[in-house]
């Protein structure tokens, strides 16, 4: 059932009318959007006081399938309960496509049941459950009085819950319906009904009530990880006949519900911090990672046959089968996609999964005592937390900032004082409002001790769509006392600034030599003191040495690279191993890798094994560490290879092998 949008317009259209007549035009009144406080020391929600739990928001049935996996499947088989929000009701066209068959009638509602029938048994058997098992299902009220369907499903202490906001996908006019909500300040939708749903009654959404509702869920379950998909997508230029089967938006490498659906949950995140922050509540402890989308076409794929196959399985279920008897008569599936079938299309997107801000986190540096700080991002704010003995490690305290991507970049002073570098959204406002990104710097006082105020330090683009495509910053400290900073552009190029021995920082500039690279820039210093950056191309691994392009052709990298006293290790794509300068470097997995050298323990590797597990290579031994984490941390020092993890509660840990 598609209702037509309504719009509210009649007193703003009578004032458009008289300006014009006057010769001057007056825009509509524009609403707040969710801000946060960047002012630092706000309490932030304790370890002790909350429970791992994860909160996916996806824009269609399948997005978390395709691009938060692996990591979601990490996080189920750690136990760690999982909340999935789908915000739209993934209806298209109707038409449940059925390989080798004529196409049938279209049928919206008997569509989104049988994707939403294809989630449960996904879902089912990612627990370890037959694919047909019952989920309880119920009518879930949400802010302002909505209704969502909710089904949850328990087995052996673990718990899912998938949560069907079921906007429609296109308006009447057949306009993309979520990304015009995000744009349209008087757009209103009705929600879609499915069919078999226990939600009767369809329910209207503006731009506020589905940030209302996406706050409202968050504060109900109050996540420690959120996943999204890629608010910022990277620019991509194409035909249309070219786009058109991508399946992309205009001018943009995804498509236009996953943008915009991040984009609300952004909003969402921030209004959920900004309401702590004003009702003088503790902030809470939540880490966020985004997913890339459609993105995973355009580069070399990055999932090793294991690690994919495992992925891949997750879809069967999900694609189902017009054979399978499995009690929902809408259907058992999406149909398009059962089989081997997302592994036979030719956009690949299954076979890579890539993070928005990739890097290693959290940053590390040892104070005065010895005693090591860990600095990460927190309910979208910079923290510290320090040890209070070797691997115990205190609350975190809050750094402000924000609202911050979830990665910082780093560097330590020859004085032993620590700068942070994130990426902050400066701004971020839907309907035709500002939408920003900015480099920002936190410098320390005194080795160990406080902070100054927060300084931006812009963007190496011009304008807000091209900032909006920046990267995460990585910085390392030289021996001439300059710290040199680096940012991936939206040119998918590499831009830099220096920060001069006395503060003073010189204007961004690209580095030359140009070339199409992806985030997860790796940057490290030889033994001359050169700077060396690496970064995975889409012909070959570029590689820049004190800002010139370096002499010798690289080989091609699927996943993100990593470097240690100016040498490069980095996957083929597809592949689980590990190549370093010698060939092999014996550390089989997949996903970022965090390179350090030390003259007693040479080159240490740190990355995730085919399992999930941290992994960790120094010399000829190797060794894994049980369960998963958010993120991994190496560092080496007089004690040797310390590895510190951020857990799915928001707390560090820390693993000395």
Not at 12 to 29: D, I, N, R
Not at 194 to 207: E, I, K, N
Not at 253 to 270: E, N, Q, R
Request: aromatic content about 6%; overall charge positive.
């Amino acid at each position: 059932m598609h209702t037509p949008p309504r719009r509210r317009t009649v007193l703003a259209a009578a004032l458009a009318v008289t300006s014009a007549a006057a010769g001057c035009s007056v825009p509509e009144p524009r609403r707040a959007a969710p801000t946060a406080d960047p002012a630092p020391g706000k309490p932030i929600a304790s370890a002790r006081s909350r429970r791992a739990l994860l909160m996916q928001f996806s824009a269609h049935p399948d997005d978390d399938l395709y691009f938060m996996n692996p990591d979601t499947q990490r996080l189920l088989d750690a136990g760690v309960p999982l909340v999935s929000v789908y915000v739209t009701a993934g209806e298209h066209t109707g038409r449940n496509r059925i390989a080798g068959m004529p196409e049938t009638p279209p049928d919206r509602a008997a569509y989104s049941s049988a994707r939403h029938q294809g989630l449960r048994q996904s879902y089912a058997v990612a627990l370890g459950l037959p694919a047909f098992t019952p989920w309880r299902r119920e009518v879930l009220t949400l802010s302002g009085g909505r209704r969502a369907e909710s089904d949850v499903l328990t087995h052996g202490g673990r718990r899912i819950e998938l949560v069907f906001l079921n906007l429609p996908m296109h308006t009447a006019r057949r306009y993309m319906a979520v990304p015009a909500l995000w744009r349209d300040r008087a757009l209103e939708l009705r929600t879609h009904l499915s069919a078999d749903s226990p939600v009767t009654r369809s329910d209207p959404y503006d731009y506020d009530r589905l940030v209302e509702v996406l706050t409202g869920l968050l504060r109900r379950h109050r996540p420690t990880v959120v996943h999204t998909l890629d608010p910022d997508p990277d620019i991509q230029h194409s035909d249309e006949a070219t786009r058109g089967r991508d399946s992309e938006q205009p001018g943009y490498s995804d498509h236009g519900d996953h943008t915009a659906v991040a984009c609300f949950t952004w909003a969402a995140l921030c209004r959920w911090v900004s309401d702590a922050v004003r009702d003088g509540e503790p902030i809470p402890a939540f880490t966020t990672s985004a997913f890339r989308g459609y993105y995973n076409r355009h580069w070399p794929k990055n999932l090793p046959p294991e690690v994919l196959a495992e992925k891949a399985a997750r879809l069967v279920p999900y694609g189902g089968d017009p054979s399978w008897r499995c009690g929902n008569p809408s259907g058992c599936g999406d149909y398009g996609v059962g089989g081997d079938r997302p592994l036979t299309n030719r956009k690949g997107w299954v076979r890579s999964t890539h993070h928005r801000w990739p890097g290693p986190a959290p940053a590390l540096a040892a104070g005065p005592d010895g005693r090591l700080a860990a600095y990460g991002v927190l309910g979208l704010r910079a923290v510290r937390w320090r040890e209070t003995a070797p691997g115990v490690w205190s609350e975190p305290v809050d750094l402000g900032g924000g609202p911050l991507a979830p990665v910082l970049g780093s560097a330590v002073l020859d004085d032993g004082r620590v700068l942070l570098l994130g990426v902050r959204f400066a701004a971020l406002d839907g309907h035709g409002g500002a939408n920003r990104r900015e480099v920002v710097l936190l410098e320390q006082r005194s080795p160990g001790g406080g902070f100054l105020a927060w300084r931006g330090l812009g963007s190496p683009e011009r304008g807000d769509d091209r900032g909006r495509r920046i990267g995460s910053p990585v910085a390392v400290a030289a021996p001439d006392g300059r710290v040199h900073l680096f940012v991936r552009n939206a040119d998918q190029g590499v831009s830099t600034r220096v920060r001069a021995a006395d503060g003073s920082w010189t204007p961004w500039r690209p580095l030359p030599g140009g070339g199409e690279v992806q985030d997860g820039l790796a940057v490290s210093l030889d033994a001359s003191g050169r700077v060396h950056v690496y970064a995975a191309g889409r012909e070959s691994v570029r590689h820049w040495v004190d800002g010139v392009p370096g002499p010798a052709r690289l080989p091609l990298s699927g996943s993100t690279v990593a470097s240690a006293g100016g040498e490069l290790y980095h996957r083929a794509p597809a592949a689980a191993r590990l190549d370093g300068p010698h060939g092999d470097a014996g550390l089989d997995g997949y996903g970022a890798v965090v390179a350090a050298r030390s003259p007693e323990l040479g080159t240490v590797l740190l990355g995730t094994d085919g399992r999930g597990r941290p992994a960790l290579r120094a010399g000829d031994r190797l060794r894994t560490r049980g369960g998963t984490a958010v993120a991994t941390a190496l560092r080496l020092d007089a004690r040797g290879a310390t590895v510190v993890g951020l857990g799915a509660d928001g707390h560090p840990w820390s693993w000395r092998p």
